[in-house]
């Protein structure tokens, strides 16, 4: 797939490309997870992102 940007600078378009082809460690995959969680989770009351790491550490255990 071609992308054509005319007004996007070619640096950034190049920089975009090597971190696309960087492999995710675990820990980005955790922090991905988290956040994806928290904006689905964190519009109820008392919701933290610590309650939610700490939730889906309880969960990975079962």
Sequence with gaps: ????????DGKL?????AAAKKPLTQADIEQ???SFVYSVMGQREG???AKVENLLKQ???V
Excluded: D
């Design 1 to 8: 797939m071609k992308v054509v940007a005319s007004k996007t």
């Design 13 to 17: 378009l190049a920089r975009l490309a």
């Design 32 to 34: 991905q997870r988290v």
């Design 47 to 49: 919701m933290t992102r």
């Design 59 to 61: 969960n990975a255990a």
